[in-house]
């Protein structure tokens, strides 16, 4: 099973900023929360990772719970370009000798022009 | 250009006979993992390498093998074939060490088994 919880899909305007939660209530400390989208039938696109304070980048914004059991994308100003498949995961970082990932199922974000 | 390629991008082949998918990237990255996805089910990790000769099953390992003998190629095998395997399957690669890096990912197969 997946370690985090998304919704199915979400809408959001052109232009506003688009919110995606991410529900990882069984995180452990040593775990990082990273953001992938995936356009169409492509690679997934690696966007954002953190591990406990919240990051900003080029693309995004992630912003971290301070218990850490959830967290929150945002694309600042969404486009017709950012509609795709979001998928939260959490990944231990460092020499684990045991890396299985679990992607999920992810959050389809449609923008409406 | 700093990439994970994979080969081929489209094949439909028949039940129980044996084929290969190629992953190589350019980037020394450690860390290879195959994944396959299917409608409606997401991205589900087949198997991966955390280095040369280290390789680990993922969630969906039935029916594959791989092996990794250079740091750079990380091939999927299907022995034998079934129509279940019919997919889109992605390889990806990341560095791994004291902090956490991101995923690379390959453009992507679609492997038809009829």
């Known amino acids: 099973d997946a370690k985090t919880t998304q919704p199915p899909s979400m809408d959001c305007a052109e232009g506003r900023a688009a919110n995606l939660p991410c529900n990882h209530s069984?995180?452990?400390?040593?775990?990082?929360v990273y953001w992938y989208r995936q356009i169409h039938s492509q690679g997934p696109q690696y966007i954002i990772h953190?591990?406990?304070n919240n990051e900003t980048n080029e693309m995004a914004s992630l912003i971290i719970t301070e218990d850490r059991k959830s967290s929150t994308l945002i694309l600042p100003h969404a486009t017709l370009r950012d509609t795709a498949v979001y998928y939260c995961?959490?990944?231990?970082?460092?020499?684990?000798?045991?890396?299985?990932?679990?992607f999920g199922k992810g959050t389809r974000l449609h923008i409406l022009p | 250009e700093a990439q994970v390629t994979q080969n081929p991008r489209y094949l439909i082949t028949v039940t129980g006979k044996k084929l290969t998918v190629t992953c190589s990237q350019n980037?020394?990255?450690?860390?290879m993992s195959w994944y396959r996805q299917d409608p409606g089910l997401g991205l589900r990790q087949i198997y991966y390498?955390?280095?040369?000769?280290?390789?680990d099953k993922g969630d969906v390992p039935e029916g594959y093998k791989v092996s990794r003998k250079e740091k750079r190629n990380f091939p999927l095998i299907l022995e034998s074939p079934s129509p279940n395997q019919t997919s889109l399957y992605f390889c990806?690669?990341?560095?791994?060490?004291?902090?956490?890096?991101?995923?690379?990912f390959g453009p992507g197969t679609r492997l038809t088994v009829t």
């Open positions: 990806a690669s990341s560095l791994t060490g004291t902090f956490s890096y991101e995923q690379y």
């Open positions: 069984t995180i452990s400390g040593n775990e990082y």
């Open positions: 953190g591990l406990k």
């Open positions: 995961i959490v990944r231990v970082g460092g020499m684990n000798r045991d890396d299985k990932i679990i």
């Open positions: 980037m020394n990255h450690e860390y």
């Open positions: 390498s955390m280095n040369v000769e280290v390789t």
